[in-house]
């Protein structure tokens, strides 16, 4: 069975740039959930979706987005990059239900590293 | 929100000794979650457990949900076992029916040949 899929797995952008990240979930798994990784902040929660919608937000400026697709497939976006944006994007699958069915774990991609010079 | 605190930070053993890391939590959670993620970034997770004992091998751990606190332990430790263990749990969000991972910091464990 195979895993979660993040591409592409590094990035180098330029401060302004804007740039989209991608995640297959495991098969079978509908909700997808992003988190990006820094040394100063850790491991924060960014958002979440279920059949293609947004169930919840972190604490992160609009600049942030992101979008489910059919297949459940995730794409998040970050438009106007800014240094403090690099990071390691990471994105987790789980089986979650619509209406607070029991989860049984998050699964997570390799990630993809963002620099931004 | 929720507060996670695992110790220690940092972990520094021989090849073949053990190990214990500890993770406490402020609030009930839904589920717990140990990880291990690997020198190029990705977080394998060790043991989904919300309450009781399980065992993988050399590794096991232990969630005491009444009081908060779960245990990973390391047995024999190898080179391999190098990295940054990572306890996360599953905090309730009232809106929206999500729910989301709070990591703690972690804890760098090196093990030496």
């Known amino acids: 069975k195979a895993g979660v899929t993040q591409t592409p797995r590094y990035l180098i952008k330029t401060r302004g740039q804007q740039v989209t990240l991608s995640c297959s979930p495991i098969?079978?798994?509908?909700?997808v959930s992003w988190y990006q990784q820094t040394p100063g902040q850790g491991l924060q929660f960014l958002f979440e979706?279920?059949?293609?919608?947004?169930?919840n937000k972190g604490n992160f400026p609009g600049r942030f987005s992101g979008r489910q697709f059919s297949n459940s497939r995730s794409e998040m976006n970050v438009s106007t990059l800014e240094l403090g944006d690099s990071a390691l994007y990471l994105c987790?699958?789980?089986?979650?239900?619509?209406?607070?069915?029991?989860?049984?774990?998050?699964?997570f991609g390799s990630g993809t590293r963002l620099t931004v010079v | 929100g929720i507060q996670v605190e695992q110790s220690p930070p940092d972990l520094i053993l021989q090849e073949g000794a053990n190990s214990t890391l500890r993770c406490n939590f402020s609030d009930s959670v839904n589920n717990l979650q140990w990880f291990h993620q690997n020198p190029w970034g990705q977080l394998i997770n060790l043991f989904y457990?919300?309450?009781g004992t399980k065992q993988n091998g050399r590794l096991s751990a232990t969630t005491v949900a009444t009081e908060r606190y779960s245990l990973l332990y390391i047995s024999s430790s190898q080179t391999t076992d190098s990295g940054v263990y990572f306890c996360?749990?599953?905090?309730?969000?009232?809106?929206?029916?999500?729910?989301?991972?709070?990591f703690g910091k972690g804890t760098k464990l090196t093990v030496n040949p």
């Open positions: 996360a749990v599953d905090a309730p969000i009232t809106q929206g029916g999500s729910e989301k991972l709070v």
């Open positions: 457990i919300p309450s």
């Open positions: 098969s079978g798994h509908r909700s």
């Open positions: 987790a699958s789980s089986f979650s239900g619509a209406f607070f069915e029991k989860n049984y774990g998050y699964t």
């Open positions: 979706y279920f059949s293609e919608t947004q169930r």
